[in-house]
């Protein structure tokens, strides 16, 4: 692009390469086993995904249905059902974007096909297994709490009462591109360049500051370090 200018002296205006598109269909890409081992990683992930958020939905639920002399404010509440679906995305993630790219979920296998990141064959293979992972996965749990399965309807979604057909398409629509969107940014090569991570010092410096300060204020000029470190001895003493 005009705007990819020399930036600082000596250095390149752009230090980094964007991949070349992923071919549309890639058969020889079926002869190979890390094809299968990252559909066998986004089967496993979505599966266990699934596992864990739909129980803690129908966890919650019970600890919350008082007609079953459950605390209308007992359980984990939204904001644990919350931390229940962050949680469970951050680490499988972890877990598997070095094997399949850590997709688990077939809306954004989808956008990064229509991107050209990924192959045909490839998103059709990760979008079956997150669905049979996903299957499986509530499977277990209607295995493990079946009256509890059916009698709270498996933790499914419900378009919530006051609201209309129209206003929840449009919540998902924009909650799907907001999801979409930031694994593209996450995965855009520009962020692995040398100026991409600058930022750190923004975090590091403040926090060396602040020691520093505190030891200067506390060691040097109250002089009372020997006094804090014996009450830590003596804390341990305890």
Request: aromatic fraction near 14%.
């Amino acid at each position: 692009m005009a705007k990819d200018v020399e930036g600082a002296e000596g250095f390149a205006a752009r230090d980094y390469e964007d991949p070349p598109p992923t071919p549309f269909f890639d058969a020889e890409e079926l002869t190979k086993w890390s094809l299968y081992r990252a559909v066998i990683a986004e089967f496993v992930a979505t599966l266990l995904f699934l596992y864990v958020t739909v129980l803690t939905v129908i966890g919650y639920k019970i600890s919350s249905d008082t007609k079953a002399g459950g605390d209308e404010c007992g359980g984990v509440g939204i904001l644990g059902i919350s931390w229940a679906f962050g949680g469970m995305i951050f680490i499988l993630v972890y877990c598997t974007a070095g094997i399949s790219g850590g997709h688990i979920n077939p809306a954004v296998t989808f956008g990064l096909f229509l991107a050209r990141k990924v192959s045909l064959v490839r998103a059709v293979l990760y979008m079956v297994a997150q669905c049979l992972g996903a299957i499986c996965g509530v499977g277990f749990v209607k295995a493990f709490q079946s009256a509890y399965y059916v009698r709270y309807g498996g933790g499914a979604n419900s378009l919530a009462d006051g609201y209309s057909t129209g206003t929840g398409l449009a919540a998902e629509i924009i909650g799907t591109f907001v999801l979409v969107y930031t694994v593209f940014s996450a995965t855009d090569p520009k962020r692995n360049a040398r100026d991409s991570h600058v930022p750190w010092i923004f975090w590091v410096g403040p926090f060396i500051g602040a020691a520093i300060a505190a030891f200067y204020h506390q060691f040097v000029l109250r002089a009372s370090g020997s006094k804090s470190l014996g009450s830590f001895r003596s804390a341990a003493n305890v």
